[in-house]
């Protein structure tokens, strides 16, 4: 039978996208800043809930929570991407 850890952490702000690598003049090629912070913020939430280094292979569920638009909320209507409100 295979044994199974879950681990399950909440990340408490709205996601960031990973912004795609540019290059400079010189061939450089760098990530932007932008999305360090949120990156940052996840790191911390795992490392807090899983003390351990996972050296098997992981299976990732995520889910995100985005706040609803205001056009929507104003409307009534439904999301078009489901969305489900922040607690």
Do not use: N
């Amino acid at each position: 039978m295979k044994m199974e850890t879950v681990y399950d952490f909440f990340v408490s702000g709205s996601p960031k996208a990973q912004p795609r690598p540019r290059m400079t003049k010189g061939g450089h090629v760098y990530t932007p800043d932008s999305a360090r912070d949120w990156k940052e913020t996840v790191a911390i939430a795992c490392r807090l809930r899983v003390k351990e280094t996972i050296i098997r292979p992981v299976r990732l569920a995520v889910y995100f929570c985005f706040p609803m638009p205001k056009r929507i909320k104003a409307g009534g209507g439904v999301s078009p991407h489901g969305l489900c409100p922040i607690m």
